[in-house]
């Protein structure tokens, strides 16, 4: 190897470092610790001086061995480190795939200033060298946290302690560690993120059920928001699309052929725990309270499109899968659990339609949401009644009794709230045929679920107060269609009219 040689290779050296500079693609940069750094100089020195040797030797700086007739000369020792000198590099800079803590404090600035100037190249990055060992995170985060609500809950059965915020970000954690809590979790990055790949964020979250990670529930909401907003491709691709049932008990939905849906409900935890629900419903009631346009005019299939793009139908098409997964996880788990959900975000997203849209309420689409939304009430009241789970109902039946007490007290609409408060009715009637076909086909002694209790206790307590559209709703009954009802004739007496 000769000098000319060596001058080529620091010009080759120069160029890849100048490529990558022009490019802001300086990563492999923090991939060399001190040590690493030291190892290069030296096998540098060494390249140059077995070029250089005559010059050395001149001055009484040379090495024996290489003055020996039939060893191999200076210049072949220049050629053999200069390859392995090349090929470590090369190894260091495309293949090797992990940082030195030393540099874990340069390598986290470097990441927050690509935020701003190159969020592409950071998401490539995160994607390459660190997503794999943040997936192990999670996994070791998640069994930390279940160790943690297992010992409160042995502790104490009906103990209300929630496990401690805790911050993953120490002065000794894993480069990995500090990436997701300081980079991943930046807010800024979350929203740059969607406008790049909207999938991203939730790559690398969505198994993660710890909500008490400082900062970790605030960007998901930043998240879900976000992608609402810029009404993205992928989450309204996944909502709008038609949705088939998996298996032949029409309870869960298939989700395979969304990308994104199948990201967001890998595990129920993460969107129990981290309150997606709650950014969805924050979001309807806003566009709802802002106002739409689609939701005075007339239900046409031309216009169904931009109606299933509005936040208030992807909140109603997302809150049917997940409580749908929520219930089936539940019993599944084969233990009693009482989460809560602020389902009266319908009621006050219907109300804001109602009062916003009452003259071109007939017809329209916010008529259309009101009737989806008890659609999907009566609906996840038989999903109950298949699973033989009762947590929800009570709630249920009071945003439906509402909405309907709501329309039949709202001038122009009363025969509206009425035809809804017939329906309320009526489901009850079904609900109990059903319930009685079920017992009688196991043949037990029971006469009435749970669920047919709660029914005909709510129905009591509103008709006390609302009596005379209920009384006009059970005129509309087709009573002919229950004749062993059990509670027709109490529910006859009820109402103000002899049974028929």
């Not at 077995?50 to 020792?77: H, N, V």
């Not at 309870?251 to 994104?260: A, Q, T, V």
């Not at 003259?359 to 609906?379: F, L, R």
């Not at 999903?383 to 122009?412: H, S």
Request: hydrophobic share 40%; aromatic share 14%; with cysteine.
């Amino acid at each position: 190897m000769t000098s000319s040689d060596f001058l080529v290779l620091i010009t080759i050296l120069l160029a890849i470092v100048s490529t990558a500079i022009a490019n802001n693609k300086m990563i492999w940069i923090y991939k060399f610790s001190r040590f690493s750094i030291i190892t290069y100089i030296l096998i540098m020195i060494a390249i140059n001086y077995f070029i250089f040797f005559p010059w050395y030797e001149q001055r009484g700086i040379y090495i024996e061995r290489l003055m020996i007739k039939g060893s191999p000369m200076a210049a072949t020792w220049g050629y053999i480190l200069s390859l392995v000198f090349i090929f470590l590099l090369i190894w260091k800079i495309a293949i090797y795939r992990h940082f030195p803590s030393s540099n874990k404090a340069k390598l986290i600035s470097y990441y927050k200033s690509l935020i701003n100037s190159n969020i592409n190249v950071l998401t490539e990055y995160l994607q390459t060298y660190h997503l794999e060992e943040i997936e192990k995170l999670i996994t070791k985060i998640n069994k930390s946290y279940n160790e943690q609500n297992n010992a409160l809950q042995e502790e104490s059965p009906w103990n209300d302690e929630q496990p401690t915020k805790n911050k993953l970000q120490k002065k000794n954690t894993p480069i990995e560690t500090a990436i997701f809590n300081e980079v991943i979790l930046n807010k800024t990055f979350v929203i740059k993120s969607v406008e790049h790949d909207s999938t991203f964020f939730l790559k690398c979250v969505h198994r993660c059920i710890n909500a008490n990670i400082v900062g970790f529930k605030n960007v998901v909401e930043v998240y879900f928001r976000t992608m609402i907003r810029q009404k993205n491709s992928h989450l309204l691709e996944g909502l709008k699309g038609p949705l088939n049932y998996k298996g032949n008990q029409d309870i869960e939905y298939r989700l395979d052929d969304s990308p994104f849906l199948t990201l967001l409900f890998t595990k129920t935890e993460f969107v129990y725990n981290l309150e997606v629900f709650r950014a969805f419903g924050e979001e309807a009631f806003r566009e709802s309270s802002l106002g739409n346009s689609i939701f005075s005019e007339q239900t046409n299939e031309w216009r169904d499109n931009k109606y299933q793009s509005t936040a208030v139908f992807q909140f109603l098409r997302f809150t049917d899968i997940f409580i749908r997964r929520l219930l089936l996880s539940i019993k599944k788990d084969n233990k009693p659990q009482d989460p809560y959900l602020y389902f009266y975000y319908f009621k006050m997203i219907c109300s804001n339609l109602i009062e916003n849209h009452t003259i071109h309420y007939a017809n329209s689409y916010a008529e259309k949401y009101v009737s989806d939304v008890v659609h999907n009430i009566n609906t996840w009241i038989h999903v109950m009644e298949k699973l033989r789970i009762n947590i929800f109902e009570d709630c249920f039946l009071k945003i439906y009794a509402q909405l309907a007490e709501e329309l039949a007290e709202t001038p122009g609409l009363e025969n509206f709230g009425i035809k809804m408060a017939s329906k309320f009715l009526t489901d009850f009637l079904s609900i109990e045929q059903r319930e009685a076909i079920h017992i009688q086909k196991l043949q037990k002694n029971e006469q009435t679920s749970l669920i047919t209790n709660v029914y005909i206790d709510f129905i009591k307590k509103i008709a006390e107060n609302k009596k005379d559209i209920y009384k006009k709703a059970w005129r509309k009954v087709d009573k002919i269609k229950y004749p062993n009802s059990l509670f027709m004739t109490e529910l006859s007496d009820l109402l103000g009219e002899e049974q028929e």
